[in-house]
């Protein structure tokens, strides 16, 4: 009797630290990797560094692909999945079809990371840090990443169309469809200044230009001249229409100045509860920089996979 109520005993107390492991690896943390790939920061650092020095733009594709990450059933880099005979990916979503990018540049940091440190770097992570990376290489500030997500073995095409933000929604629906992702109105304001860099298809601009009022005419003839009312859809014009690849703050001035290119942009001033802060953006961009550092590792916390959900893909593209 007593030694197997000291062996129920003993079983608790290792249930209960297996318990607390489990708990204590469901955090992300930022030396997660110090350990087993020391290399993993500079080698990601470095690939985003190559890709900005061939091709700008290809940073703010980066950045974009950690948003379509997270926000789609959590940061598990289910956006990078094929279509294959047993996934449907979330590439020929809505919102991704034929938009988003930077898939090669993915491949070639996750090649780097598998010689180096072989199945220990999930793609989910090198989303994360190459969002951070593009961004304070395109002149942004800086924020520390926490890592430690894995990565998924599904996707979900229906998550992709329904919870990814369509451009072409108000301000009310824009403030639901982030707060459905725990997100207040200020933080969706200060995470739409993502489109402080890039480019967009006249095809989810062109109703703004030819059709609203809240438009610089100026600047509405100038994007005309790229997006013809009929064709064209494919054309490209900087978000930023005043530094297209820079980082700063004139993404809020443009707005001010009835230039925002997304229906979506121009909503968050339009006279609503956010004019006040894009206002603020506009003169501090300080201010910009801390909420959207803040705003961003809110971001990277989406649901991670942790533990041992999930794998480590050895390429980005498909499953183990
Ligand atoms: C507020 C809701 C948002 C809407 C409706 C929206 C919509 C869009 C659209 C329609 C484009 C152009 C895509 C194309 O024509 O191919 C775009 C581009 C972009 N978006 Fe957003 N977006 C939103 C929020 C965000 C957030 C939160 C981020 C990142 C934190 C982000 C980052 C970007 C970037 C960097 C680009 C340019 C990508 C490139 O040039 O490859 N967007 N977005
Ligand atoms: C180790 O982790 C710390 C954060 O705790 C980080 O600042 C440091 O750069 C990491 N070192 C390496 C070599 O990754
Ligand atoms: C703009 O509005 C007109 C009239 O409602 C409509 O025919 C047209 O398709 C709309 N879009 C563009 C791009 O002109």
């Not at 590439?91 to 180096?116: C, H, W, Y």
């Not at 298809?201 to 009312?229: H, W």
Request: aromatic share 8%; hydrophobic share 40%.
């Amino acid at each position: 009797m007593a030694s197997s109520s000291f062996y129920s005993w003993f079983a608790f107390l290792y249930c209960l630290f297996l318990f607390t492991a489990s708990m204590a690896s469901a955090q992300l943390t930022a030396n997660f990797y110090n350990r087993t790939c020391p290399t993993a920061m500079s080698i990601i650092r470095g690939g985003v560094s190559t890709a900005i020095s061939r091709e700008r733009r290809m940073g703010a594709s980066l950045l974009r692909l950690h948003f379509h990450d997270c926000f789609v059933n959590g940061c598990d880099a289910s956006v990078l999945l094929d279509d294959s005979a047993t996934i449907t990916g979330e590439k020929t979503a809505i919102p991704n079809a034929n938009s988003i990018r930077g898939f090669e540049v993915v491949d070639t940091i996750k090649a780097q990371l598998e010689s180096s440190c072989p199945g220990v770097v999930s793609c989910a992570d090198l989303l994360t840090v190459a969002a951070r990376d593009a961004t304070v290489q395109l002149g942004g500030q800086t924020w520390n990443v926490v890592l430690g997500r894995r990565d998924s073995t599904t996707a979900s095409l229906s998550a992709a169309n329904s919870d990814l933000p369509s451009p072409f929604l108000d301000l009310p629906q824009l403030i639901t469809e982030f707060a459905n992702k725990g997100f207040s109105a200020a933080e969706m304001v200060a995470l739409t200044g993502a489109h402080e860099i890039g480019q967009a298809r006249c095809g989810v601009f062109k109703e703004r230009i030819y059709n609203e009022t809240n438009i610089d005419p100026s600047f509405a003839l100038s994007m005309q001249r790229n997006c013809p009312r009929t064709g064209g859809d494919a054309n490209l014009a900087p978000l930023d229409s005043t530094t297209p690849t820079v980082f700063d703050n004139a993404f809020f001035r443009n707005l001010v100045n009835q230039r925002g290119l997304l229906h979506t942009d121009q909503q968050i001033y339009s006279g609503g509860a956010t004019n006040a802060q894009v206002d603020r953006y506009r003169l501090n961009s300080a201010a910009f920089f801390t909420d959207f550092a803040n705003a961003m590792v809110k971001m990277g916390n989406l649901s991670p996979l942790t533990g041992t959900n999930g794998q480590i893909r050895t390429n980005c593209r498909r499953p183990n």
